[in-house]
Protein backbone atom coordinates (compact mmCIF):
# COMPACT_ATOMS: atom_id res chain seq x y z
CA UNK A 1 0.00 0.00 0.00
CA UNK A 2 0.88 3.66 -1.20
CA UNK A 3 0.68 7.23 0.06
CA UNK A 4 -0.45 9.17 -2.96
CA UNK A 5 -2.63 12.47 -3.89
CA UNK A 6 -5.81 12.45 -6.24
CA UNK A 7 -8.88 14.23 -6.60
CA UNK A 8 -11.94 13.49 -4.43
CA UNK A 9 -15.46 14.41 -5.12
CA UNK A 10 -17.31 13.95 -1.63
CA UNK A 11 -20.24 14.94 -3.08
CA UNK A 12 -22.72 15.20 -5.95
CA UNK A 13 -25.33 18.03 -7.86
CA UNK A 14 -22.63 20.91 -7.00
CA UNK A 15 -23.13 24.62 -7.84
CA UNK A 16 -20.76 26.66 -9.78
CA UNK A 17 -18.46 28.79 -10.05
CA UNK A 18 -16.63 25.44 -9.34
CA UNK A 19 -13.42 27.58 -8.76
CA UNK A 20 -15.00 29.22 -5.62
CA UNK A 21 -17.45 26.30 -4.11
CA UNK A 22 -14.36 23.49 -4.96
CA UNK A 23 -16.10 20.23 -5.33
CA UNK A 24 -12.72 18.31 -5.98
CA UNK A 25 -10.58 18.15 -2.95
CA UNK A 26 -6.86 17.35 -3.47
CA UNK A 27 -6.44 14.60 -0.79
CA UNK A 28 -3.77 12.01 0.58
CA UNK A 29 -5.42 8.77 0.21
CA UNK A 30 -3.70 5.43 0.34
CA UNK A 31 -3.46 3.12 -2.77
CA UNK A 32 -3.54 -0.89 -2.76
CA UNK A 33 -0.89 -3.20 -4.34
CA UNK A 34 -2.33 -4.79 -7.59
CA UNK A 35 -4.12 -7.97 -7.41
CA UNK A 36 -4.51 -10.58 -9.89
CA UNK A 37 -4.79 -8.78 -13.61
CA UNK A 38 -4.32 -5.37 -12.48
CA UNK A 39 -1.76 -2.57 -12.80
CA UNK A 40 -0.32 0.08 -10.72
CA UNK A 41 0.12 2.70 -13.26
CA UNK A 42 1.97 6.25 -12.49
CA UNK A 43 -0.03 8.75 -14.31
CA UNK A 44 1.93 11.01 -16.30
CA UNK A 45 -1.46 12.93 -18.26
CA UNK A 46 -5.19 12.74 -17.41
CA UNK A 47 -7.47 14.50 -19.79
CA UNK A 48 -10.87 16.58 -18.62
CA UNK A 49 -13.84 15.17 -20.06
CA UNK A 50 -17.52 16.22 -20.22
CA UNK A 51 -18.13 13.10 -18.39
CA UNK A 52 -16.31 13.91 -15.67
CA UNK A 53 -18.56 17.24 -15.28
CA UNK A 54 -21.64 15.20 -15.50
CA UNK A 55 -21.04 13.45 -12.36
CA UNK A 56 -20.02 16.62 -10.58
CA UNK A 57 -22.98 18.59 -11.42
CA UNK A 58 -25.39 15.14 -10.77
CA UNK A 59 -26.66 14.61 -14.28
CA UNK A 60 -24.70 10.91 -14.44
CA UNK A 61 -25.57 9.11 -10.83
CA UNK A 62 -22.23 7.35 -9.23
CA UNK A 63 -21.08 6.52 -5.71
CA UNK A 64 -19.53 8.66 -3.67
CA UNK A 65 -16.78 9.80 -2.40
CA UNK A 66 -14.99 8.82 -5.66
CA UNK A 67 -11.63 9.80 -7.12
CA UNK A 68 -12.27 11.05 -10.98
CA UNK A 69 -10.47 10.72 -14.10
CA UNK A 70 -10.89 8.35 -16.94
CA UNK A 71 -8.85 10.05 -19.70
CA UNK A 72 -4.94 8.68 -19.22
CA UNK A 73 -1.78 8.18 -20.19
CA UNK A 74 0.80 6.57 -17.30
CA UNK A 75 4.02 4.04 -17.36
CA UNK A 76 3.56 0.20 -15.68
CA UNK A 77 5.44 0.59 -12.07
CA UNK A 78 4.07 -2.73 -11.06
CA UNK A 79 1.88 -5.66 -12.34
CA UNK A 80 -0.04 -8.36 -10.81
CA UNK A 81 -0.26 -12.06 -11.26
CA UNK A 82 -1.03 -12.66 -15.23
CA UNK A 83 -0.56 -8.87 -16.66
CA UNK A 84 1.21 -9.24 -19.77
CA UNK A 85 2.55 -5.56 -19.80
CA UNK A 86 6.08 -4.30 -18.81
CA UNK A 87 7.16 -2.42 -16.18
CA UNK A 88 8.21 0.84 -17.48
CA UNK A 89 5.62 0.63 -21.01
CA UNK A 90 3.55 3.40 -21.76
CA UNK A 91 -0.27 2.95 -21.46
CA UNK A 92 -3.39 4.85 -21.57
CA UNK A 93 -6.35 4.00 -20.03
CA UNK A 94 -10.11 3.21 -21.87
CA UNK A 95 -13.22 3.78 -19.84
CA UNK A 96 -15.33 0.82 -20.28
CA UNK A 97 -12.90 -2.48 -19.86
CA UNK A 98 -14.35 -5.93 -21.68
CA UNK A 99 -14.82 -8.71 -19.88
CA UNK A 100 -14.52 -10.61 -23.47
CA UNK A 101 -16.25 -13.41 -21.95
CA UNK A 102 -20.56 -11.77 -22.34
CA UNK A 103 -22.81 -11.49 -25.04
CA UNK A 104 -22.12 -7.90 -25.17
CA UNK A 105 -18.55 -8.41 -25.91
CA UNK A 106 -19.44 -10.38 -29.10
CA UNK A 107 -21.00 -7.70 -30.53
CA UNK A 108 -17.45 -6.37 -31.85
CA UNK A 109 -17.97 -3.22 -29.97
CA UNK A 110 -21.42 -2.25 -30.84
CA UNK A 111 -22.42 -2.52 -27.27
CA UNK A 112 -20.67 -1.95 -24.10
CA UNK A 113 -19.36 -4.66 -21.94
CA UNK A 114 -22.09 -5.66 -19.77
CA UNK A 115 -20.20 -6.59 -17.19
CA UNK A 116 -17.95 -3.13 -17.42
CA UNK A 117 -20.95 -1.26 -17.53
CA UNK A 118 -22.05 -2.87 -14.21
CA UNK A 119 -18.45 -2.00 -12.24
CA UNK A 120 -18.31 1.13 -14.10
CA UNK A 121 -21.77 2.09 -12.14
CA UNK A 122 -20.76 0.46 -8.99
CA UNK A 123 -17.69 2.12 -8.86
CA UNK A 124 -15.48 -0.71 -8.89
CA UNK A 125 -12.69 -2.07 -10.76
CA UNK A 126 -13.57 -4.77 -13.59
CA UNK A 127 -13.01 -7.62 -10.79
CA UNK A 128 -15.40 -5.43 -8.08
CA UNK A 129 -12.42 -4.75 -6.34
CA UNK A 130 -11.35 -1.37 -4.50
CA UNK A 131 -8.14 -0.26 -4.16
CA UNK A 132 -8.74 3.43 -2.85
CA UNK A 133 -8.69 4.18 0.61
CA UNK A 134 -9.43 7.82 2.73
CA UNK A 135 -9.25 8.06 6.20
CA UNK A 136 -9.49 3.98 6.33
CA UNK A 137 -12.77 4.15 4.23
CA UNK A 138 -13.06 2.92 0.71
CA UNK A 139 -13.11 5.07 -1.73
CA UNK A 140 -14.89 4.51 -5.57
CA UNK A 141 -12.92 4.18 -8.57
CA UNK A 142 -14.03 6.46 -11.80
CA UNK A 143 -14.96 4.10 -14.77
CA UNK A 144 -12.13 1.86 -13.64
CA UNK A 145 -9.71 4.45 -14.19
CA UNK A 146 -9.47 7.22 -11.54
CA UNK A 147 -6.99 9.29 -13.46
CA UNK A 148 -7.05 12.59 -11.51
CA UNK A 149 -4.22 11.61 -9.25
CA UNK A 150 -0.17 10.81 -9.43
CA UNK A 151 -0.83 6.74 -8.66
CA UNK A 152 -3.80 4.55 -9.92
CA UNK A 153 -4.61 0.61 -9.91
CA UNK A 154 -6.31 -0.60 -12.67
CA UNK A 155 -7.55 -3.98 -14.03
CA UNK A 156 -5.46 -4.92 -17.11
CA UNK A 157 -8.30 -4.33 -19.27
CA UNK A 158 -9.08 -1.34 -18.63
CA UNK A 159 -5.34 -0.21 -20.33
CA UNK A 160 -4.09 -0.12 -23.80
CA UNK A 161 0.10 -0.17 -24.59
CA UNK A 162 1.00 2.59 -26.77
CA UNK A 163 4.64 3.90 -28.39
CA UNK A 164 6.97 5.66 -26.22
CA UNK A 165 7.43 8.31 -28.73
CA UNK A 166 3.79 9.17 -28.20
CA UNK A 167 3.57 12.43 -26.09
CA UNK A 168 1.76 12.01 -22.69
CA UNK A 169 -0.50 14.80 -23.21
CA UNK A 170 -1.52 13.05 -26.87
CA UNK A 171 -1.47 9.75 -25.51
CA UNK A 172 -3.93 10.02 -22.77
CA UNK A 173 -6.57 11.61 -25.39
CA UNK A 174 -6.47 8.58 -27.60
CA UNK A 175 -7.85 6.98 -25.06
CA UNK A 176 -11.47 8.81 -25.10
CA UNK A 177 -11.88 12.07 -26.61
CA UNK A 178 -9.70 10.35 -29.87
CA UNK A 179 -11.72 6.79 -29.39
CA UNK A 180 -15.38 8.26 -28.90
CA UNK A 181 -15.55 10.15 -31.77
CA UNK A 182 -13.12 9.04 -34.17
CA UNK A 183 -15.46 5.39 -33.58
CA UNK A 184 -18.47 6.92 -34.59
CA UNK A 185 -17.08 7.93 -38.11
CA UNK A 186 -15.00 4.67 -38.81
CA UNK A 187 -17.04 2.37 -36.83
CA UNK A 188 -20.85 3.38 -36.63
CA UNK A 189 -20.84 5.36 -39.85
CA UNK A 190 -18.32 3.41 -41.76
CA UNK A 191 -16.99 6.18 -43.35
CA UNK A 192 -14.12 5.96 -46.00
CA UNK A 193 -13.21 9.81 -46.35
CA UNK A 194 -15.22 10.38 -49.52
CA UNK A 195 -18.92 11.28 -47.91
CA UNK A 196 -19.39 14.95 -46.66
CA UNK A 197 -19.17 14.97 -42.84
CA UNK A 198 -20.74 17.41 -40.37
CA UNK A 199 -19.39 17.34 -37.08
CA UNK A 200 -22.40 18.99 -34.57
CA UNK A 201 -20.89 19.83 -30.80
CA UNK A 202 -17.38 20.73 -31.08
CA UNK A 203 -15.66 19.93 -27.66
CA UNK A 204 -13.02 17.45 -27.25
CA UNK A 205 -15.11 14.18 -28.81
CA UNK A 206 -16.61 16.87 -31.72
CA UNK A 207 -12.99 18.33 -32.24
CA UNK A 208 -11.30 14.43 -32.69
CA UNK A 209 -14.30 13.70 -35.13
CA UNK A 210 -13.22 16.50 -37.38
CA UNK A 211 -9.25 15.71 -37.11
CA UNK A 212 -9.88 11.87 -37.87
CA UNK A 213 -12.17 12.68 -40.52
CA UNK A 214 -9.86 15.42 -41.76
CA UNK A 215 -6.97 12.75 -41.35
CA UNK A 216 -8.43 9.67 -43.75
CA UNK A 217 -10.47 12.12 -46.39
CA UNK A 218 -9.97 11.74 -49.73
CA UNK A 219 -13.11 13.69 -51.52
CA UNK A 220 -15.43 14.23 -48.69
CA UNK A 221 -16.11 18.26 -47.08
CA UNK A 222 -16.51 18.32 -43.67
CA UNK A 223 -18.53 20.92 -42.11
CA UNK A 224 -18.47 21.89 -38.61
CA UNK A 225 -21.01 23.68 -36.20
CA UNK A 226 -21.25 25.18 -32.82
CA UNK A 227 -22.29 27.66 -30.78
CA UNK A 228 -19.20 29.01 -29.80
CA UNK A 229 -17.66 31.49 -32.86
CA UNK A 230 -13.92 30.41 -30.95
CA UNK A 231 -14.46 26.79 -31.48
CA UNK A 232 -15.81 27.41 -35.38
CA UNK A 233 -12.81 29.55 -36.26
CA UNK A 234 -10.23 26.80 -34.57
CA UNK A 235 -12.30 24.00 -36.32
CA UNK A 236 -11.56 26.08 -39.44
CA UNK A 237 -7.90 25.96 -38.74
CA UNK A 238 -7.90 22.41 -38.30
CA UNK A 239 -9.28 20.89 -41.66
CA UNK A 240 -13.03 21.99 -41.75
CA UNK A 241 -14.29 23.25 -45.14
CA UNK A 242 -17.02 25.11 -43.70
CA UNK A 243 -18.19 26.78 -40.08
CA UNK A 244 -21.35 28.08 -38.76
CA UNK A 245 -23.64 28.00 -35.53
CA UNK A 246 -26.77 25.73 -35.88
CA UNK A 247 -28.69 29.27 -36.49
CA UNK A 248 -27.17 29.76 -39.76
CA UNK A 249 -27.22 25.76 -40.79
CA UNK A 250 -30.07 26.38 -43.33
CA UNK A 251 -29.84 23.77 -46.13
CA UNK A 252 -26.49 22.65 -45.76
CA UNK A 253 -26.25 18.86 -44.96
CA UNK A 254 -23.87 16.39 -45.11
CA UNK A 255 -23.75 12.19 -45.48
CA UNK A 256 -23.12 11.44 -42.05
CA UNK A 257 -22.97 13.83 -39.08
CA UNK A 258 -21.76 13.05 -35.55
CA UNK A 259 -23.61 14.37 -32.99
CA UNK A 260 -21.60 15.59 -30.21
CA UNK A 261 -23.35 17.95 -27.69
CA UNK A 262 -24.95 16.05 -25.83
CA UNK A 263 -27.88 18.50 -25.57
CA UNK A 264 -31.52 17.52 -26.97
CA UNK A 265 -31.32 20.42 -29.50
CA UNK A 266 -27.95 19.73 -30.72
CA UNK A 267 -29.41 16.38 -31.77
CA UNK A 268 -32.47 17.77 -33.73
CA UNK A 269 -30.01 20.26 -35.23
CA UNK A 270 -28.12 17.21 -36.74
CA UNK A 271 -31.15 15.22 -37.40
CA UNK A 272 -32.03 18.67 -39.71
CA UNK A 273 -27.78 18.24 -41.26
CA UNK A 274 -28.80 14.49 -42.20
CA UNK A 275 -29.13 14.16 -46.04
CA UNK A 276 -31.50 12.30 -47.79
CA UNK A 277 -30.12 8.50 -47.06
CA UNK A 278 -27.53 9.81 -44.59
CA UNK A 279 -26.44 8.53 -41.28
CA UNK A 280 -26.76 10.38 -37.89
CA UNK A 281 -24.22 9.09 -35.21
CA UNK A 282 -25.06 10.70 -31.78
CA UNK A 283 -22.14 10.00 -28.98
CA UNK A 284 -23.55 13.00 -26.48
CA UNK A 285 -24.24 12.64 -23.31
CA UNK A 286 -27.50 13.97 -22.32
CA UNK A 287 -28.65 14.55 -19.18
CA UNK A 288 -31.74 11.81 -18.01
CA UNK A 289 -34.93 12.39 -19.17
CA UNK A 290 -34.10 14.94 -21.57
CA UNK A 291 -35.93 15.22 -24.90
CA UNK A 292 -35.92 15.65 -28.69
CA UNK A 293 -38.48 16.40 -30.67
CA UNK A 294 -38.24 14.88 -34.02
CA UNK A 295 -40.30 14.23 -37.19
CA UNK A 296 -40.92 10.60 -38.23
CA UNK A 297 -41.36 11.56 -41.66
CA UNK A 298 -38.02 12.54 -42.25
CA UNK A 299 -36.63 9.11 -41.45
CA UNK A 300 -39.29 7.28 -43.40
CA UNK A 301 -39.29 9.68 -46.58
CA UNK A 302 -35.42 9.99 -46.66
CA UNK A 303 -34.02 6.92 -46.01
CA UNK A 304 -32.00 8.43 -42.75
CA UNK A 305 -30.30 6.17 -40.22
CA UNK A 306 -29.65 7.18 -36.44
CA UNK A 307 -27.00 5.13 -35.04
CA UNK A 308 -26.18 5.34 -31.05
CA UNK A 309 -22.27 5.08 -30.31
CA UNK A 310 -21.01 4.63 -27.14
CA UNK A 311 -16.95 5.11 -26.85
CA UNK A 312 -17.23 5.05 -30.53
CA UNK A 313 -18.38 1.88 -30.59
CA UNK A 314 -14.96 0.29 -30.63
CA UNK A 315 -12.58 -2.45 -30.09
CA UNK A 316 -9.94 -0.72 -27.96
CA UNK A 317 -6.70 -2.68 -28.80
CA UNK A 318 -7.27 -2.75 -32.09
CA UNK A 319 -8.75 0.96 -33.07
CA UNK A 320 -6.12 2.53 -30.72
CA UNK A 321 -2.90 1.40 -32.83
CA UNK A 322 -5.00 3.08 -36.06
CA UNK A 323 -4.90 6.50 -34.18
CA UNK A 324 -1.58 5.79 -33.19
CA UNK A 325 -0.05 5.24 -36.67
CA UNK A 326 -2.73 8.46 -37.85
CA UNK A 327 -0.98 10.87 -35.64
CA UNK A 328 2.85 9.44 -36.47
CA UNK A 329 2.05 10.27 -40.23
CA UNK A 330 1.10 13.69 -39.14
CA UNK A 331 -2.62 13.06 -40.08
CA UNK A 332 -4.00 13.22 -36.24
CA UNK A 333 -2.40 16.54 -34.65
CA UNK A 334 -3.68 15.87 -31.55
CA UNK A 335 -2.27 17.94 -29.67
CA UNK A 336 -3.38 21.05 -31.19
CA UNK A 337 -6.43 20.82 -29.19
CA UNK A 338 -4.72 20.31 -25.91
CA UNK A 339 -3.99 22.92 -22.98
CA UNK A 340 -2.12 21.58 -20.08
CA UNK A 341 -2.14 22.48 -16.39
CA UNK A 342 -1.66 21.39 -13.23
CA UNK A 343 -3.76 19.04 -11.43
CA UNK A 344 -4.08 21.36 -8.45
CA UNK A 345 -6.03 23.91 -10.65
CA UNK A 346 -8.74 21.06 -11.75
CA UNK A 347 -11.90 22.80 -10.24
CA UNK A 348 -10.48 26.50 -12.11
CA UNK A 349 -10.35 23.92 -15.32
CA UNK A 350 -13.82 22.86 -14.48
CA UNK A 351 -15.29 26.16 -15.17
CA UNK A 352 -13.20 26.94 -18.41
CA UNK A 353 -14.79 23.41 -19.61
CA UNK A 354 -18.04 24.48 -18.49
CA UNK A 355 -18.13 27.55 -20.20
CA UNK A 356 -16.63 26.12 -23.45
CA UNK A 357 -13.64 28.64 -22.85
CA UNK A 358 -11.38 24.95 -23.77
CA UNK A 359 -11.25 21.68 -26.04
CA UNK A 360 -9.19 19.50 -23.85
CA UNK A 361 -7.31 20.58 -21.06
CA UNK A 362 -4.95 17.54 -20.18
CA UNK A 363 -3.95 17.83 -15.65
CA UNK A 364 -0.50 17.04 -15.33
CA UNK A 365 0.22 15.54 -11.72
CA UNK A 366 2.68 16.71 -9.19
CA UNK A 367 3.01 20.53 -10.88
CA UNK A 368 1.79 22.32 -8.01
CA UNK A 369 -0.29 19.80 -6.10
CA UNK A 370 -0.66 20.05 -2.07
CA UNK A 371 -3.18 18.45 -0.21
CA UNK A 372 -5.64 20.09 0.69
Not at 32 to 38: I, V
Not at 250 to 270: K, L, M
Request: proline share 5%.
Amino acid sequence: MRQIQAAVLGHTQNQRPYAKHRPLAIRQLKLGDPGPGEVLVRITAAGLCHSDLSVIDGNRPRPVPMVLGHESAGIVEQVGEGVQLDIGQQVISVFLPRCENCAACATGGKLPCSAGTASNTAGTLLTGARRLMLDGKPVHHHLGVSAFADYAVMDARSLVPVGADVPAEVAAVLGCAVLTGGGALRNAAKATGAEDVAIIGLGGVGMAALLVAAGQRTTGRILAIDANDQKLATALALGADEACTPQELGQRSAQIVVEAAGHPRAFETALQATGVGGTLVTVGLPARGAMSSIEPLALTAGARTIIGSYMGSALPKQDIGYYEQLWRSGRLPVEKLVETRPLAQINEALDDLADGRSVRQVLLPGIGAEAQ
